[in-house]
């Protein structure tokens, strides 16, 4: 069965650095997810990516935050300067239409020290 | 999009049926009942969907009231791996914004 995949499982970073957290999506797949989830906490949306651009965005989506499909397939989260904040899971997940569910991938656990 | 309520927690016996409750009574004529489910730490997995027809599959079935209020996952023999938090996510389908919107769940913890 077809999977979502992300890499790393795992990033430790120092406060204030660059993070790129990375996703491959089920193939045939068109739309795009971000999700984070904070130790404890339920799952909360970050941003939607369809036809190379953000569709919909949360209010945790600031513009420490970016996202883009670089080659095609991979599909990316880009914090520019982390906060001890935002040590979370972030999960992503894919949709083949808006019929269908969304499969989330493993997620990567993100430590800001 | 309409909220739902879950209970917090419940248990269930292993090889009983767990039958989870969830309310959406603000729900709209064009939207779906999602159930998920997160095992631990691990991303949030599909279970089953519906309109306003029951619907059955191979790992669950969900039982929609006949005004769509309210709705009932069943697990129909559930397992120690079963244990898990359960969410029930009403979201619009065919519109290209939506994304589930997550909300406490249930905890189930199956028991031998």
């Known amino acids: 069965e077809p999977e979502v995949t992300q890499t790393p499982s795992h990033q430790v970073t120092q406060m204030g650095q660059e993070v790129i957290l990375r996703c491959v999506p089920i193939s045939n797949h068109l739309y795009f997810y971000w999700y984070r989830q904070i130790l404890g906490q339920k799952v909360e949306f970050l941003v939607s990516?369809?036809?190379?651009?953000?569709?919909?965005k949360s209010e945790i989506f600031d513009d420490q935050f970016s996202v883009e499909r670089p080659d095609g397939s991979n599909f990316t989260l880009k914090i520019r300067s982390t906060k001890l904040e935002d040590s979370a899971m972030y999960f992503c997940?894919?949709?083949?239409?808006?019929?269908?569910?969304?499969?989330f991938g493993p997620g990567t656990r993100l430590t800001v020290l | 999009d309409a909220k739902t309520t879950q209970p917090t927690s419940m248990d269930c016996a292993e090889g009983r049926a767990a039958n989870l409750p969830c309310n959406h009574s603000t729900i709209s004529g064009n939207e779906y009942v999602y159930w998920y489910r997160q095992i631990h730490s691990q991303g949030p997995q599909y279970i089953i969907h519906?309109?306003?027809n029951n619907e059955t599959n191979e790992m669950a079935s969900l039982i929609i009231t006949e005004d769509r209020k309210s709705s009932t996952l069943i697990l129909p023999h559930a397992t120690l791996r079963d244990t898990a938090v359960y969410y029930c996510i009403v979201r619009v389908a065919g519109n290209n914004n939506n994304d589930m919107r997550f909300g406490a769940g249930t905890r189930l913890t199956v028991k031998p």
């Open positions: 997940a894919t949709l083949e239409s808006q019929l269908h569910e969304q499969f």
């Open positions: 519906g309109l306003k």
């Open positions: 990516f369809y036809n190379n651009e953000i569709s919909e």
